[in-house]
């Protein structure tokens, strides 16, 4: 329980640390790209946003085995956690880069405008404006981020992705041991509500408003 416990962590980590360093500057790209901002440019937000969509539109299950080829590429192997930290990348990335967007559209127009007419460059008023006024939905979507990665951590435990899930299935599943499956599903929950608990906290101390 507590190898599978740490591989779950271990793959959740990788793809969460980078879903955040690729889905921040899509977020961002996303929203700053949009009609009325300073950076439109309407082909290339709608390019980025289908590229987004489309990776959100397969069900996890589906990518992970899709994603089996370039996961082989990449590691060698399609086995373990590090080979599930791929595909649970690739489905995090876009799904936290639109939370970001999101958060970001909630930023008053008007302190945009000011921070324009100000003369302030793209990149001040990114660093200055947008990230500290969007910090505590980001820090929302973070969380909601975390947890549905923990979800997607189980389903690739049923190919081999080791973790949770993969306990769960192989030793409570198909070996009847109840006990198993309902100390997996217990784990998962306490690791959910923990999760929540500190993304919550965290939002929390961050929102100045």
Known sequence: MVKAFNETLYMVGISLFLSILAGIPIGIL?????????????????????????VRSIPFLILLVLLLPVTQGLLGTTIGPTAAAVPLSVAAIPFYARLVEASLREVSKGVIEAAVAAGAKPWLIIREVLLPEAK?????????????????SAMAGT???GGIGDLAIRFGYYRYDNLVLFTTVVVLIVLVQIIQLIGDWAARKVDKR
Not at 30 to 47: H, K, Q, T, Y
Not at 136 to 152: E, K, P, Q, V
Request: charged content about 10%.
């Open 136 to 152: 505590s939905g980001i820090i929302s979507g973070l969380t909601i981020t975390a947890i549905s990665l923990l979800g997607y």
């Open 30 to 54: 996303l929203f700053i790209s949009d009609r009325g901002l300073f950076f439109e440019n309407r082909a290339f937000n709608v390019l980025l946003g289908f590229v987004a969509n489309l």
């Open 159 to 161: 190919v081999g992705g």
